[in-house]
Structure formats: C-alpha cells, structure tokens
C-alpha cells in the first residue's frame, strides 16, 4: 500500500475547506502544501534570529532555530520514511515545532509566562498551535476571523507535542539554568483556541495519547538538540569530550531531566558511547581534521539512536505506523545515552555564568516591554495585532494580545524595541 493510502478523508480535512487549485499549477498531494505553507510563514523566517542555545548573533557557527529546526526535520524525514509514516507530515511538524517560541528561547518563555499569568500563562508549544490556526495570515473563515494556515488535520495533530491545556498538564520537574526550579507546565492550547484544538483531536483516543508522526517529531527534537548542542559547545571550546567532569555533568543530568538515573547507568552508557569509532580521543582544535571528526561523530550518534528507535519500534509492532495505529519505541539505553549528552550541553554550556546573568537581563527587558507596550497599546502594536487589540473583550484578552506581540519578536527586534519605547 502507498503511504498516501494510509491516510483518509478525515486527515487532510481542513478547517476552511479549499477549492482545488487552478489546472495549470504543479500538481501538490494536501501534505505537501502543508510543508510549502510553512516554508513560507514569517514566523518560520523569524527563527533565523531567535535563540538556540546562545544568541545568533554571538558566533556565525552556532544554530538558531531555524537551523535547529531544518535539522530536527531531516531527521523526522528520514526517520518517518523508515516507519513508513507519512514523511511530509512529520517533516512539517518538524518544521513547525519551535514557531512558537518567543525572543531569547526557553529563558524568554519562561519570562513571558510569568508575565501572562493573568490570561493563562506562556507556553512555546501552545503558541504554535495559535500561530498555525490563528496568528499566520493565510485563510479565513466565512466570518472574516483568520484560522491560520488551514492545514490538514493530520499535520496539526502531528504539531501538538503536548496534547492537553494547562489544567491537564503534569507537574514540571528539574530546574532552569540558573538552579531555579522548573514553573512552567506544558501544555499545547490555551483556552481560547480550544475550538481548533478540538476539531484538530476529532478521532484521537480519549486522554493525552499523540499520534505518531507527532512522536516522531519529539524524538527528533531530542536527537537533534542532544547531539548539535554537544557539536556546537565543542567548538566553541566551553565542551572537552576527553575531558568530562563525570561527577558535576550526571549530577546535572538528574537534576535537570532524569532524578532517578543512577551513576553507574550514565557510566555504562558513557562507555558505550566512546567505543563508537568516531568518538575523539584528542581534543578539538579547529583544523578541518578535527571539524570533519566531530560531523562524522554527529552522524553516527544520529544514525545510532534513529536505528535503535526503528528496530525497537518494529519488534514491537508490525504497523502501519500511521496516525494512531502505532506508536514509536525507544530503548531504554538510547534514552539514557541522549540524557547523557543533554547533560554534558548543560553543565558546560547552559549553566555557564555569563550565559545565566545575560538570561536575567533578557527576562528583565522582556518585563519591562510588555509593561509598556500594555500602557501603549494599541499605538504600538503591529499592524496586524490590531483588530485583536479592538475585538478583546477584557484586560486578560488585551494582555494576551500584548504577549502575542512580544512572542513575535526575534533577539534583536525585541532589544531595539525595548530600546525605542523605553
């Protein structure tokens, strides 16, 4: 069977149904023009200028999100054509995965959460869904109201990594870089878009289960990040992968994602990984020589978790993977073996003392935009932000349009900003 096949009337269904196109235009399958739609949304574009891990203007090597992102999708490609789950699905969700995420990363997420307490908090994910189904201009409802990019039921679904609102979210764990426990609970809708979240969860089983194309893009995030954020901290020399500070990174490791990971598991695990053949045993030194050894040492950490993955995903089931008639496996070694390389990025690179206090002044300049942008409002807005500046109902609803217009900005609009109207 054909992996368009697989997928029926109800998964390419669109909020706003479309007319087909005109005959004279390339004929393109509805996930297709999924992934073209995001491609071309300004708030894919804006990634090139929103944090990773350290700033995009700080070095011309380390990755933005949008880099990030090109990655987690050809991983998420490659990954779901081995399944056999549809690959332009998941690649769009890969796509698609960080659109939400405000200036200065995780650090300015968790600023703008505190911030829009009183219109249900800030979440990264959530935001996506909004900007998928209501913040990118592309179609309109038969009342004018936008919906976004109108895609396919299947792909939103597949963009939903956290399948719940805020009242249903699991408690967080582990703490910020700056040894602050974690706040922020995740979740992927607010409750004023709960009408799309709804019609996006038409079919899926009752509770938090998400379909696997979604599962395949969460997997690759983590490969992604694991494995680049290790690359790029090695050759900004702040990471010696000769040179671990066993103790302080796996003390890191449980306090940041894993509390009950034992020392001997993140041993056993370190141990296999310096026997894969590209792993370095002389320290990096900026020659080509050593930057070649590093890619090749990155492809193979790819190709071993993605290998682990499908092996252990098609022992357990024989599929189709497809929507929710499967679901992904992942070993609990190769787990552990990503912990492992998220801690090592920690310790010597999120938890650096520059990197903490500039975290602090960015969460101080995002205070003190959405104050004054609240106090100036509506003058100040974009342009598009403004017929829901005049349509909110109350000051929780203007306070979400002031935060949807601070999530908007990348680093540098979001300093210059500061700067002009304070």
């Known amino acids: 069977m054909e992996v368009e096949e697989r997928y029926g009337a109800a998964d390419s269904e669109r ?25 071309h949304a300004a708030s894919f574009r804006r990634l090139a200028a929103k944090t990773q891990v350290v700033g995009p203007q700080s070095d011309d090597f380390v990755r933005n999100r949008l880099t990030h992102s090109l990655e987690v999708a050809q991983i998420a490609r490659d990954l779901s054509r081995a399944l056999g789950t549809h690959p332009d699905i998941a690649e769009t969700a890969a796509l698609a995965h960080d659109l939400g995420h405000p200036p200065f990363g995780h650090n300015g997420e ?20 909004r900007l998928l189904t209501r913040l990118e201009a592309k179609t309109a409802d038969t009342d004018g109201d936008s919906v976004g990019l109108n895609l396919t039921r299947a792909t939103l679904d597949a963009c939903t990594k956290y399948p719940w609102p805020k009242a249903e979210a699991p408690q967080p764990g582990g703490v910020h870089s700056d ?31 998400r379909c696997v194309e979604a599962q395949v893009m969460d997997l690759a995030d983590d490969v992604a990040y694991s494995v680049h954020d290790v690359e790029d901290g090695t050759v900004a020399g702040k990471i010696d992968l000769t040179r671990l500070d066993r103790e302080a990174v796996w003390e890191t490791v449980r306090s940041w994602y894993a509390p009950n990971t034992t020392d001997d598991a993140l041993d056993e695990v370190l141990t ?16 080509r020589r050593s930057l070649a050894a590093l890619k090749n040492l990155t492809s193979d950490l790819i190709g071993r978790f993605c290998g682990a993955v499908q092996q252990a995903t098609f022992a357990a089931s024989d599929g189709p993977f497809v929507r929710y008639r499967g679901d992904l496996v992942i070993p609990a070694q190769t787990w552990t073996e990503i912990t492992a390389l998220k801690g090592i990025a920690a310790y010597y690179v999120m938890q650096d003392d520059d990197r903490v206090a500039l975290q602090e002044r960015q969460r101080e300049l ?13 003058e100040e807005l974009d342009e598009a932000f403004l017929a829901d500046w005049h349509a909110a109902a109350d000051d929780a609803a203007r306070l979400r349009v002031v935060v949807d217009q ?12 500061h700067e002009r109207l304070t």
Do not use: H
């Not at 004279?24 to 995001?38: H, L, M, Q």
């Not at 249900?120 to 959530?126: I, L, M, R, S, T």
């Not at 601070?406 to 900003?417: E, H, P």
């Open 15 to 39: 909020i706003v149904p479309e007319p087909p196109k005109r005959v004279d235009a390339p004929e393109r399958k509805p996930f297709e023009r999924d992934r073209a739609r995001v491609v």
């Open 110 to 129: 968790r600023a703008l959460n505190r911030l829009a307490a009183d219109c249900g908090g800030f979440e990264g994910n959530a935001q996506t869904l």
């Open 179 to 209: 040894g602050v426990t974690r706040e922020g609970a995740k979740f992927g809708v607010y409750d004023d878009d709960r009408p799309a979240f709804d019609w996006v969860r038409i079919g899926a089983p009752a509770g938090r289960r």
């Open 272 to 287: 296999g990984l310096r026997q894969i053949g590209s792993w370095p045993t002389t320290s990096y030194d900026g020659s």
């Open 366 to 378: 995002l205070a003190e935009l959405v104050i004054v942008l609240q106090d100036r409002a509506p």
């Open 406 to 417: 601070v999530a908007s900005l990348t680093d540098a609009s979001a300093v210059s900003w």
